[in-house]
C-alpha cells in the first residue's frame, strides 16, 4: 500500500510539473487524482483491506498526499494566473538602463601603466624620484658639463633661489644617479615622472610632459639585452608586427647610443606610402633615446666602470600615447575635457 | 647644417641618389630632417649631434661617406704660395694664450676686391648666405669646405701696424659686421688694434675694419679659440654665428694652417695679390694618446661578437692611426677632428655604429632578485586610482606651472608659491601650492563646452618652501559639481555628501579607518560647508565647497565641492592587508529609531551616543533617514537610524533586543534630549 502511495505521488507531481499554468489541463488531473472516483479516493477506499497496526500511519501519507496534491494543483494555477498578471505590466526593455557611470583614467596614466607593466614583466622595478632638481643631477652626473654644447638639447627651467641653485627636471635622467647613490646593482628600474622644459606650446611641445626612464646595471648586461627589452616593448605596445630599428646617436649620459624607430603604425612602412600623414611616407617613427650607460656616469656615482655594465634609455609618455591613440595635439592631454577624457 | 648634395660631390664620389645618401648618413647617425631641391641640386638639411662638430664641415662629411662606403676622399689640392720675401709690416701679440692657443694670420697685399665668380655663389647661395664680395665669400666658402672659421680684415684700417689678441676693457664697444654696436665686459676675448677692438673673436668682425670694394691689402686671421670662452661671450651677447657656432663644438686644432693657405689660394687665385709669409703664434696641438680596445671587452658592452680585423678596417677606415695590435687588443691613435674618441668605450661605439646597430642579436637580460616590483607608493597609487574611477570619478592632468593671478584667484598665499626664474610667459611663472586652481581650471573648460556633470580627480605633486628648501609633495585632488540626472529617479545637485560618500568610500577600499570629519573655516572654502579631515589627530586633508568669491574669480557660476588629500601623511595608515572574518552564525535582527533632536546636534554625537549605549550586542547603526519641515517643530530635526543587533554566540532573544534597544532611546533622551517620535 505504501508503495502505492509513493508511485501515485510521483506520478501526480510530474503530472502537475508537465502542465504548469494551463488552467485546463489542470482541472483535468484534479479529477484524476482528487475526484470523488479519482486515484486517491480509490486509495482511501483500499485502507480496509491494510493490516490494523499500519492503517493509522497509511490513513496519515494518504492525507498527506491529498493535501500535497492539492496545493501543488492550486500553486499551478495561481502561477498561471501571476504569468497573466506580469505580461500585463511588461516593461519597456528599449528604455536606457539607469546610468552607472565609470570613470576614466587619463590617457597618460593609461600609457605609463601599459608600459610599466610590460617592463614589469621584463623585470623591472618601478620607481620615482623628485620634480625639484639640482644641476649636479640633472646635468652633471649624466656627464653634461654645464657649458657645452651638449646641454643646449635640455633648456631647463630654473627656480628662483633659497639660497641653492635648484631647477625643474628637463628629463627623468636624474632619478638615474639618485639611484646608483643608493643601491647597489644588479638592478632594472623603470621611472615615470613629470619632466619641463621651457618650450614654446605649440601641437607637438609642451613646457610640461612626461617621461618614463628605464635602467639596467650589472655585471653582464649587453647592448644585446638592451635591443631585446625594446623590441619586445614595442611589439607588445604597437602590436606584434611591429618592427624596430636603431640608429646611431650622441647622448652624453650613454655610449653607445641609439634613436629608437619602430615601423610606422599606420602605413606599416609600405613602399610608395608617401602620403601617410603620421611618419610622413618615411615609413619609420622615432619613439626613444637609448644607449649603454657611459662609464662616466658610473664613475660619478661610484661604481667600477671595468666591473658593470648597463643599458639605459627614456621615452616621451605623451608621444607614445598620440601615436596609439591617434592624437594629433598634445595640448589635448591638459585640456581635460570630458568628451576627450571619456574615449580612453 | 646644409649640405648641398653638388657640393658634396666634389669631395667624394657619390653614386646614390640624395634620398638614398640621405639614408647612408642617417645609419652613421647623420640624420636629415629634409630635403629642398634648388634648381638642379638637393640640399639635405641634416642635424649634427654636439659629440661631432667634424661633420660642420663638408671635408668631415665627405670623410665620413668615404669610410662607410669604403670610397676615396678627394681634399682639393693645395698651390704652394709663393711668398715674395716681403718685410712684415705687422705685429701680432696673443696677450691670453689660454684662450687663444694659436693665431695665425697672413697679409695679402694688392688684391682686387669684386664680386665673386658665379661658381663661388652657387656654393654660398646653397648654404643659404647672401655673396658679399671675393674675399668674404672666400673665407666663408672655406669655413664651410674645412670646418674652421677665418677671418679677413682690411689691413689698412688696423691703425698702429699691430694685432692683438686680449681680454676686451669692460665697457668698450664695437659695432660688428651685422652694424650693431655692443657693448664688452672683461671676460671677453676681441682682436684689436692699437686703439680698439676690431673683431669679437671667433665671433664677428667689426664693421670699421671689414673688406670691402675699396679694400687693396688684407690680414687674413685663421685662429683656434677656447670653446668655453666663446660660448659664453656668444651666449652673453646673444649673438651667434656660424663661426661661433664651430668654434664652442671646437675646430680641428690640426687644421688651421692648412686652412688658412687653402682660403689664401683661392684668394689669390680669384682676387689676384700676393700673400706674404704665414704669421704662426702658438703651440703645436698636444700628442694624442693611444686608446686600446679591448675584444673582450667590445663583445661584452654589445653582447655580440665583432671579429678583430673587421673592427680594425672600422676604425681605420674612421681615419684613427693603428698603433699596434695583439690577439684580442687594438691600439689606436684618433685624429685632431675626432676630439670624442678618447675612451675604450668611444671606439666600441664607432666599430657598433659603422658594423650596424640592427645587426646586432637581440637577447633578454637575467632576470635579478629586487624588492618588490611596484613599490607600495605606486602600488597605493593605482588601487585609489582603480577605487576613484569605480565611482564614476574622471582623471585629470593638469600642469604644475600656474601664473601668479590664478594662484591669488584661489585665495592661496602667491608668496608662499615656489617661483620659476625663467618662465616663457606668465602663465607658467609659478608652481602650484594645491591641486584645486588646476581642477577649477579644468571644471571651467567644461562647464564652457557645455558639461552638465563633472566628477574629477587628479593625483600629482604640490610645491612648498620650507626654509632654504623647496618641498615636493603627493596630494589627492577630488571635485564634483553640476546636477546628477536620469529618466527614472528625475535630477538633483550634487552636494558635499556626494563628495564626502566618495571619500569615506576610498578611504575604507584603502582600510583607512576612523577617519573624522571636522567643521573648519578655510578662506578657500564657503564657510558653511567646510570640514578638515582628521586621522590619529593630523590632518590629512580638507573638503568643502568651494568659497563662492573663488569660484567668481575663475568664473564659474555653479557650485563646486572639492577635497584636496596629502596623499603623503595618509600613507602610513593605508593597509592593503586583508584577514578574513568568519561570518557570523545567527542571525541579526534590524529596528528602527525615530528621534526628534536639536537641529544642532551633530549626527557623529548622536551615532556616538547610540555605539555607548546599545552595549554588547550593537552590531551596526546607519542614518536612513533625516527629515525637518510639516510636523517638526522649528529648530528640531527628525532622523531615523537603523540599529542592527546580532549576538555572535547565539540566536539573539527579543528580550535582549529589547533591552538593548531601551538603553539607546534612554541615552538618547537624557544626553541629549532627543525625544522618540
Known sequence: MKDRIKETEVRAFSDIKAVVGQREALEALRIKYLGRKGEIAELFKGISSVATEDKAEVGRLLNELKVSVTSAIEGSLLSSSNKTLSSKNRIDVTLPGIPARLGKLHPITQTIDRISDIFIGLGFRVVEGPEIETEHYNFEALNIPLEHPSRDAFDTFYLESLGGKNLLRSHTSPVQARFMEKNKPPFSIIVPGKVYRPDATDASHSFMFHQVEGLCVGKEIHFSDLKGCLETFAKEMFGSSTKMRLRPSFFPFTEPSAEVDISCIICGGAAGEKRCSVCGGKGWLEILGAGMVNPKVFEKVGYDPRKLTGFAFGMGVERIAMLKYGINDIRMFYENDERFLRQF | ?677
Open chain 2, 1 to 677: 647644417m646644409r649640405i648641398s648634395y653638388n657640393w658634396l660631390k666634389e669631395y667624394v664620389d657619390i653614386k646614390e641618389s640624395p634620398e638614398d645618401l640621405s639614408d647612408t648618413l642617417m645609419s652613421a647617425g647623420l640624420p636629415t630632417e629634409s630635403i629642398e631641391a634648388i634648381g638642379s641640386d638637393k640640399i639635405l638639411e641634416v642635424e649634427v649631434t654636439a659629440n661631432r662638430p667634424d661633420w660642420l664641415s663638408y671635408i668631415g662629411v665627405a670623410r665620413e661617406v668615404a669610410a662607410i662606403t669604403g670610397r676615396k676622399l678627394k681634399i682639393p689640392k693645395i698651390e704652394k704660395i709663393k711668398t715674395p720675401d716681403t718685410k712684415e709690416q705687422i705685429k701680432i701679440r696673443v696677450e691670453d694664450r689660454a684662450l687663444c692657443p694659436i693665431y695665425t694670420a697672413r697679409i695679402i697685399k694688392n688684391v682686387k676686391v669684386g664680386e665673386s665668380p658665379s661658381w663661388l655663389k652657387v656654393r654660398l647661395e646653397a648654404m643659404g648666405l647672401r655673396p658679399v664680395n671675393n674675399i668674404v665669400d672666400i673665407t666663408n666658402f672655406c669655413l664651410f669646405e674645412t670646418g674652421e672659421p677665418m677671418h679677413a680684415f682690411d689691413l689698412d684700417k688696423l691703425s698702429g701696424g699691430e694685432v692683438l689678441v686680449r681680454k676686451a676693457k669692460k665697457g668698450e664697444k664695437i659695432i660688428a659686421i651685422d652694424g650693431v654696436e655692443r657693448t664688452l665686459e672683461d671676460s671677453m676675448l676681441v682682436i684689436a688694434d692699437s686703439s680698439k677692438p676690431v673683431a669679437i673673436a671667433g665671433v664677428m668682425g667689426g664693421l670699421k675694419t671689414e673688406v670691402n670694394y675699396s679694400t687693396k691689402n688684407i690680414l687674413l686671421e685663421a685662429a683656434y679659440f677656447e670653446p668655453i670662452s666663446i660660448r659664453r661671450t656668444s651666449r652673453k651677447l646673444s649673438l651667434s654665428s656660424d663661426s661661433s657656432y664651430r668654434f664652442e663644438r671646437r675646430i680641428d686644432i690640426s687644421n688651421i694652417i692648412h686652412s688658412s693657405d687653402r682660403a689664401t689660394g683661392l684668394i689669390c687665385q680669384i682676387a689676384g695679390g700676393q700673400a706674404g709669409k704665414l704669421i704662426d703664434i702658438g703651440a703645436k696641438p698636444d700628442k694624442k694618446k693611444p686608446i686600446t680596445l679591448n675584444m673582450v671587452k667590445l663583445e661584452s658592452v654589445l653582447g655580440h661578437s665583432i671579429p678583430l680585423v673587421k673592427a680594425k678596417k672600422i676604425l681605420s677606415d674612421l681615419g684613427l692611426k693603428p698603433k699596434g695590435s695583439s690577439r684580442e687588443k687594438l691600439s689606436f691613435e684618433a685624429p685632431y677632428f675626432r676630439y670624442d674618441l678618447k675612451d675604450e668605450v668611444d671606439l666600441i661605439e664607432e666599430v657598433a655604429r659603422v658594423y650596424g646597430y640592427n645587426k646586432i642579436r637581440n637577447t633578454i637580460p637575467p632576470v635579478v632578485e629586487q624588492p618588490e616590483r611596484l613599490s607600495s607608493d605606486i602600488a597605493i597609487l593605482r588601487r585609489v586610482r582603480t577605487a576613484l574611477t569605480g565611482l564614476g570619478m574622471d582623471e585629470i592632468i593638469t600642469y604644475s606651472l600656474l601664473s601668479k593671478k590664478t594662484i591669488a584667484n584661489a585665495a592661496l598665499a602667491v608668496e608662499d608659491a615656489v617661483c620659476v626664474a625663467n618662465p616663457l610667459s606668465i602663465e607658467q611663472e609659478a608652481m602650484r601650492p594645491s591641486l584645486v586652481p588646476g581642477m577649477l581650471g579644468a571644471v571651467l573648460w567644461n562647464i564652457n563646452r557645455k558639461a552638465k556633470d563633472l566628477k574629477l580627480f587628479e593625483i600629482g605633486h604640490i610645491y612648498g618652501k620650507d626654509g632654504s628648501n623647496f618641498t615636493e609633495r603627493q596630494y589627492l585632488g577630488l571635485c564634483v559639481t553640476g546636477e546628477i540626472s536620469n529618466w527614472a529617479g528625475g535630477s538633483r545637485n550634487y552636494s558635499f555628501f556626494d563628495l564626502k560618500g566618495v571619500v569615506e568610500t576610498l578611504f575604507d577600499s584603502l582600510g583607512v579607518k576612523d577617519i573624522l570629519f571636522a567643521s573648519a573655516r578655510d578662506c578657500r572654502f564657503s564657510d558653511a560647508s567646510c570640514a578638515s579631515i582628521e586621522l590619529a589627530e593630523e590632518n590629512i586633508g580638507i573638503i568643502g565647497e568651494v568659497d563662492p568669491s573663488v569660484l567668481n574669480d575663475f568664473d564659474i557660476k555653479s557650485p563646486v565641492y572639492t577635497c584636496e588629500i596629502y596623499l603623503d601623511k595618509l600613507y602610513p595608515y593605508i593597509s592593503t592587508k586583508r584577514k578574513f572574518e568568519a561570518l557570523p552564525k545567527y542571525p541579526s535582527v534590524s529596528r528602527d529609531i525615530s528621534i526628534v533632536a536639536d537641529k544642532d546636534t551633530s549626527s557623529r554625537k548622536i551615532m556616538s551616543v547610540i555605539r555607548g549605549s546599545a552595549g554588547a550586542v550593537l552590531k551596526d547603526v546607519r542614518l536612513v533617514d533625516r527629515y525637518s519641515g510639516k510636523q517638526i517643530p522649528d529648530g528640531k530635526i527628525s532622523l531615523t537610524y537603523r540599529v542592527e543587533y546580532q549576538n555572535p554566540i547565539k540566536t539573539l532573544e527579543e528580550k535582549e533586543v529589547m533591552e538593548a534597544h531601551g538603553k539607546i532611546l534612554h541615552a538618547l533622551g537624557s544626553e541629549l534630549g532627543a525625544k522618540l517620535r
